[in-house]
Structures are given as structure tokens and as C-alpha cells.
């Protein structure tokens, strides 16, 4: 596997239902990263993780959520999606005790929601 | 709250030439990292270049390089010898120098790069 992994690659959803966006990583990073990309906005992010056991919300977390059970995976979680959740979101992940702490940045997927 | 601003949401180059997209940020931490990633159409977040406040000495990757201007918060990526391949989106980022913890990261709006013959 190279690096981090994403699924599904697009999806189209119906507003109302949930959905459930799956990130994994390969490198054993501690900290992991959920942000969105819109046009016009840049990327802005959802939530993130230090490390298993533990996460926390970024600029946008409102109708999100996230769990980090174990150091690979990181899903992140739309409830009851809404049509402004419309987006291509990104995983990442980085080390936190490097100079850089580069984040490394999964495919993306791209969520449509109607 | 830490910003990023990138002022120029278009900009284009010929093949060969130099360009230098902007990037300004607003922050009151003196130790911090900027980064530019590229973004090509296959969507793929690459990174291109890294800068930690601290250093003075501006950071070069090949044909790649940034002005780096702490007083200013200024800091603009050089692509010397454009090339088709570095048609992209680019996005300048920002994220606080303290370790230990995620190093989370704000960006800009980013500037979409169009390399001409």
C-alpha cells in the first residue's frame, strides 16, 4: 500500500442519509486530518487526531464526525447529509514529533450531495 | 486565528519563462512552517516546498524556490524554466511551529497556474 488510502473515490448521495467517507494509512502516523475542498475556499479542515483515542474538531466541524479506534483508520462520519456537505474531501496524515510534521495527503473523494 | 491569503486566482506562463505566485498570511506566533503544495488535475495534494520561520535562508527545490519575507509575512514560490507539468492549482499553508501535537494546517484559496507554449 503507498500511503493513505480513500474510499469511495466519488459518491452521489441523497440528502437525508448518512454516509460514512473511509481513510487508512499505511505509514503509522499518530496524527490524521479530514479537510474539505471547495472552490473559491481552499481546503478547510473537518477534524483531526493527535493519535488513537483521541480527536478534535477544525474550522468547518459542524455536521461531521469522526472516530479513531485504532492508529490506521480514521472514518469520518456525515449523519444526515445536506447539500452544502457537497465536496471533495481529503485524509492526511503526519508524524508530530518531526521539524516539518508533513502532512501526506490521501486521493480524495468526491461527495455529492443532492 | 491564523490567515492565508493568496491574491491571485489566475495567473499564466509561458513555457520556459519565470513566474511568482503571491502568498501573504496574518499571524502572531513567531514560530511557524509555510508550505506550497500542487494540486494537477489528477487532484493528488503534492507537496513542493517548505519553509520554517526561523530559518532565514530562503528554500530552493530545484526549479522551485520561495521569498520568504517574515517581517512582511510574505511568501511567494518562484518556478523558474516553467515547465507543461506545472500546470496546477497551488496552495500556500501555514501551520503553527509547536510540535508534539497534529500539526494542523490553514490555507489559501489557492492560484490556478496555466503553462502556455
Known amino acids: 500500500i503507498a500511503g493513505i488510502t480513500q474510499a469511495p473515490t466519488s459518491q452521489i448521495l441523497a440528502a437525508g442519509r448518512r454516509m460514512t467517507l473511509r481513510c487508512t494509512q499505511d505509514?503509522?502516523?499518530?496524527?490524521m486530518y479530514w479537510y474539505r475542498q471547495d472552490l473559491g475556499l481552499g481546503l478547510r479542515l473537518i477534524h483531526y487526531?493527535?493519535?488513537?483515542?483521541?480527536?478534535g474538531k477544525g474550522e468547518v466541524p459542524d455536521g461531521y464526525s469522526v472516530s479513531r479506534a485504532n492508529t490506521d483508520d480514521f472514518p469520518l462520519t456525515l449523519a444526515s447529509a445536506v447539500p452544502s456537505q457537497t465536496s471533495v474531501y481529503f485524509c492526511?496524515?503526519?508524524?508530530?514529533?518531526?521539524?516539518?510534521?508533513?502532512?501526506?495527503f490521501g486521493p480524495g473523494t468526491r461527495l455529492t450531495v443532492l | 486565528a491564523q490567515t492565508v491569503t493568496q491574491s491571485q486566482p489566475e495567473m499564466s506562463v509561458q513555457e520556459a519563462e519565470t513566474v511568482t505566485l503571491s502568498c501573504t498570511y496574518d499571524?502572531?506566533?513567531?514560530?511557524?512552517?509555510l508550505f506550497w503544495y500542487k494540486q494537477p488535475p489528477s487532484r493528488q495534494m503534492i507537496l513542493v516546498i517548505r519553509?520554517?520561520?526561523?530559518?532565514?535562508q530562503n528554500a530552493t527545490e530545484n526549479r522551485f524556490s520561495v521569498n520568504f519575507q517574515k517581517a512582511a509575512k510574505s511568501f511567494s514560490l518562484k518556478i523558474s524554466d516553467s515547465q507543461l507539468g506545472d500546470a496546477a492549482m497551488y496552495f500556500c499553508?501555514?501551520?503553527?511551529?509547536?510540535?508534539?501535537?497534529?500539526?494542523?494546517?490553514?490555507f489559501g484559496t489557492g492560484t490556478r497556474l496555466q503553462v502556455t507554449l
Open positions: 492526511a496524515s503526519s508524524e508530530v514529533l518531526t521539524t516539518y510534521n508533513e502532512q501526506f
Open positions: 505509514m503509522r502516523h499518530n496524527a
Open positions: 487526531s493527535n493519535t488513537a483515542g483521541t480527536t
Open positions: 499571524t502572531s506566533e513567531s514560530d511557524y512552517y
Open positions: 519553509q520554517e520561520a526561523y530559518k532565514q
Open positions: 499553508a501555514y501551520r503553527s511551529g509547536y510540535t508534539g501535537t497534529a500539526s494542523k494546517l490553514t
